[in-house]
C-alpha cells in the first residue's frame, strides 16, 4: 500500500497479526496474512458468504481512531465500490466493525516486481512488456474516464498472472479536477512525476508519467529512468527526490530486442513535459 508521506509520525504500539483460523466477522476467516504497510494488514479470507477466496484490507487496531488513517481506508473502499474493469481490482464491500477493512478480489499471480524484476526477466520478451503496459494504460484509461487518478503506478501495485494485468492498491488515488492541487507528497519517489514531486497541479499525465517509468524499467531489465538527490524543505526535513535529467539513455541501447518505436513510446510517457507525456501512445495514453 502507498500512503501519503509526511515527515513525521507518532509510532504506536503494534498489535498483533492475526493467525489462520482467526475470524474478522461472521463471515470472514483468516487463511494467511499477506502483508501490508505500517498501518494495515493485508489477509486472505475465506468468506462464506461469497463462497470464495477474497482479500481484505484492514486497518490496524491502534490505528481505529485515527481519522486521517481511517479515511483513507474508507475512500478506497468507496471508489474500488463503484469501479468495474478488467485490469482494476474489484471490491466487494467496506466495513467499519469491528475494524474497518476492506473486503475484494482475490488476485491470483505475482506483482511485476516479482514477476519480472527480480531474477526472472530473461523468461520474457519485449511483446510481453508491450501488453503489460498497454492492459496498464487501458486500466488508467478507464480510471480517468471515471474521473479518478491513480498517482501511484508502479510494479508492487500490479498483479500479473498468466498475462493478465490487474492494478490495485488506491490508497492515494482520488477524485480529478483539473483545478485541483496536489498538497501532499503522495507516492513513491521513483515513479514520481514533476508535479507530484513540485507540489504542481496533477492530471491524467500524472499516472501516464509512472506509467512510463514502469514500462521503460520492464524494457531495461529494471533501470530506473532518472537519478535522484536530497532536498532539504522549508522544515529543514530532507527527502530524496528525482532529478528529471538529462533526458534517460534510450531503451533500444540498452536492450538490442527493443525496437526505436517502442521505446520512443516509453521515453514520450515519461517526459516531464506534460504535453509530451500526454501524447504517448501504443502503449496507449490514458485520455
Do not use: W
Not at 485515527?66 to 466487494?92: A, F, M, Q, T, W
Not at 492515494?172 to 514531486?197: C, H, N, S, W
Not at 491524467?204 to 512510463?212: K, P
Not at 522549508?234 to 535529467?245: H, Q
Amino acid at each position: 500500500m502507498t500512503e501519503p508521506r509526511t515527515h513525521s509520525h507518532r509510532h504506536r504500539p503494534r498489535e498483533p497479526i492475526l493467525e489462520s483460523g482467526d475470524t474478522l466477522d461472521d463471515d470472514l476467516r483468516v487463511i494467511e496474512h499477506l502483508g501490508g504497510s505500517r498501518k494495515v494488514d493485508i489477509y486472505l479470507c475465506r468468506s462464506k458468504e461469497r463462497g470464495e477466496l477474497v482479500a481484505c484490507k484492514v486497518l490496524r487496531p491502534e490505528y481505529r481512531i485515527d481519522y486521517r488513517s481511517l479515511s483513507v481506508v474508507l475512500r478506497e473502499g468507496e471508489l474500488l465500490l463503484k469501479l468495474r474493469h478488467p485490469n482494476v481490482i474489484e471490491g466487494y464491500r467496506v466495513e467499519l466493525e469491528p475494524d474497518p477493512r476492506i473486503v475484494m478480489q482475490r488476485l491470483p499471480g505475482m506483482t511485476l516486481d516479482t514477476t519480472f524484476l527480480r531474477g526472472n526477466y530473461g523468461a520474457y520478451r519485449v511483446r510481453d512488456f508491450v501488453s503489460v503496459a498497454t492492459q496498464i494504460a487501458d486500466a488508467l484509461t478507464y480510471l480517468h474516464s471515471q474521473n479518478l487518478v491513480h498517482l501511484a503506478v508502479k510494479p508492487p501495485n500490479v498483479m500479473y498472472s498468466d498475462g493478465h494485468v490487474t492494478l490495485f492498491d488506491l490508497s492515494v488515488g482520488r477524485d480529478f479536477k483539473p483545478e485541483d492541487r496536489l498538497r501532499i507528497d503522495a507516492g513513491t519517489t521513483d515513479y514520481m512525476a514533476p508535479e507530484q514531486t513540485n507540489l504542481k497541479n496533477i492530471g491524467h499525465y500524472t499516472d501516464v508519467f509512472g506509467m512510463g517509468v514502469v514500462f521503460y524499467r520492464l524494457l531495461t531489465a529494471g533501470k530506473l529512468p532518472y537519478g535522484s538527490e536530497r532536498r532539504t524543505d522549508e522544515d529543514g526535513e530532507t527527502e530524496r527526490v528525482l532529478v528529471y535529467e538529462p533526458v534517460p539513455t534510450h531503451p533500444s541501447e540498452l536492450n538490442a530486442e527493443v525496437s526505436r518505436a517502442i521505446g520512443d513510446c516509453a521515453l514520450r510517457a515519461l517526459a516531464p513535459e506534460t504535453e509530451i507525456a500526454g501524447t504517448a501512445s501504443v502503449p496507449r495514453s490514458p485520455s
